[in-house]
């Protein structure tokens, strides 16, 4: 036997599943949940109705197929579908819409399961977070993925601030009906920073809004976003690059302060405190301590 290729045929296969129009689902994604042993799903009703509209039988040999699989009880779970999958069997993984293990269960299973040396696949497909990144209009090559934020207190101030600050495209699943006091929220960071209100995407009345963070809190503030709802927040603008002006001001500063800090104190105090080389900090502190008098001593 190949080392960490299982001596069994079984499997843990993540689907993904229409996001809202029932056309998204793959020939492989029907394929796979019809053979199936065990499905694992969010809400066992949703996709016993996915299953019904494709055709497909919730039941098997052994009885239901559907296993429900959410946040609350993902780690109860690991150790049936481990054990369906060491004896040889399929286990498909879906979550309510779209691909599972983005802000929705199966990352756990998928991490368990591949320590354990099992075989994990996926069937891609339909998936919010990509759809909107793509329509949004905002830079691609590079954008995280924020997922559903803290609801209130510190933690929901300190992640909002870390986002604003990241330069790179920021993506945020927010409930309907919280969708307008976060871009409240975000436009008292920054007003003009550009955002796409994604919602009911690939639906009847899908919508893509696009705009400033100010203008999307106060359109928003006025109408409720109905539906599945992604935000696709600008990254944080690069910062101006520190003029040599500035650094000899700050130089300066220390200097008139007279603390008896040597060169090397002040290049690495104000070096953090810039943003910029130690380096420069400390070339300037010697040039300026020449032509003002002050000894050089490091």
Request: charged content about 25%; proline content about 7%; hydrophobic content about 40%.
């Given at each position: 036997?190949?080392?960490?290729?299982?001596?069994?045929?079984?499997?843990?296969?993540?689907v993904?599943?229409?996001?809202?129009?029932?056309?998204?689902?793959?020939?492989?994604?029907?394929?796979?949940?019809?053979?199936?042993?065990?499905?694992?799903?969010?809400?066992?009703?949703?996709?016993?109705?996915?299953?019904?509209?494709?055709?497909?039988?919730?039941g098997?040999?052994?009885?239901?197929?559907?296993?429900?699989?959410?946040?609350?009880?993902?780690g109860?779970?690991?150790d049936?579908?481990?054990?369906?999958?060491?004896?040889?069997?399929?286990?498909?993984?879906?979550?309510?819409?779209?691909?599972?293990?983005?802000?929705?269960?199966g990352?756990l299973?998928?991490?368990?399961?591949?320590?354990?040396g099992?075989?994990?696949?996926v069937?891609?497909?339909?998936?919010s977070?990509?759809?909107?990144?793509?329509?949004?209009?905002?830079?691609?090559?590079?954008?995280?993925?924020?997922?559903?934020?803290?609801?209130?207190?510190?933690?929901?101030?300190?992640?909002?601030?870390?986002l604003?600050?990241?330069?790179?495209?920021?993506?945020?699943?927010?409930?309907?009906?919280?969708?307008?006091a976060?871009?409240?929220?975000?436009?008292?960071?920054?007003?003009?920073?550009?955002?796409?209100?994604?919602?009911?995407?690939?639906?009847?009345?899908?919508e893509?809004?696009?705009?400033?963070?100010?203008?999307?809190?106060?359109?928003?503030?006025?109408?409720p976003?109905?539906?599945?709802?992604?935000?696709?927040?600008?990254?944080?603008?690069?910062?101006?690059?520190?003029?040599?002006?500035?650094?000899?001001?700050?130089?300066?500063?220390?200097?008139?302060l007279?603390?008896?800090?040597?060169?090397r104190?002040?290049?690495?105090?104000?070096?953090?405190?810039?943003?910029v080389?130690?380096?420069?900090?400390?070339?300037?502190?010697?040039?300026?301590?020449?032509?003002?008098?002050?000894?050089?001593?490091?």
């Amino acid at each position: 036997m190949t080392e960490g290729v299982p001596a069994h045929p079984g499997r843990l296969v993540l689907v993904a599943t229409p996001i809202g129009n029932l056309g998204d689902l793959s020939p492989r994604a029907r394929d796979v949940l019809k053979g199936a042993d065990l499905v694992c799903c969010e809400d066992t009703r949703r996709t016993r109705a996915l299953l019904s509209a494709m055709g497909i039988a919730a039941g098997g040999p052994h009885g239901d197929r559907l296993l429900s699989l959410h946040g609350h009880n993902e780690g109860a779970r690991v150790d049936r579908v481990l054990s369906c999958v060491a004896g040889g069997g399929t286990v498909a993984v879906v979550s309510d819409a779209g691909t599972p293990g983005i802000s929705d269960p199966g990352a756990l299973l998928v991490a368990r399961l591949a320590a354990a040396g099992e075989t994990v696949s996926v069937v891609p497909g339909p998936s919010s977070v990509i759809a909107a990144v793509v329509v949004s209009g905002l830079p691609t090559d590079r954008f995280c993925v924020e997922g559903f934020l803290p609801r209130k207190g510190a933690e929901r101030r300190d992640r909002l601030a870390g986002l604003m600050a990241d330069g790179r495209t920021s993506v945020v699943l927010e409930a309907p009906g919280r969708v307008a006091a976060t871009l409240a929220d975000l436009a008292r960071l920054d007003a003009e920073r550009p955002v796409a209100v994604v919602r009911e995407i690939t639906k009847v009345h899908e919508e893509v809004w696009r705009g400033t963070m100010a203008s999307a809190a106060a359109s928003f503030a006025e109408r409720p976003a109905r539906g599945e709802v992604v935000l696709v927040v600008g990254g944080a603008p690069p910062a101006a690059p520190v003029s040599d002006e500035a650094v000899d001001d700050a130089v300066r500063e220390q200097l008139r302060l007279d603390r008896g800090d040597g060169p090397r104190q002040i290049a690495e105090l104000l070096g953090e405190e810039l943003g910029v080389p130690r380096r420069r900090v400390y070339e300037a502190v010697l040039r300026l301590r020449a032509d003002t008098g002050h000894r050089t001593d490091p």
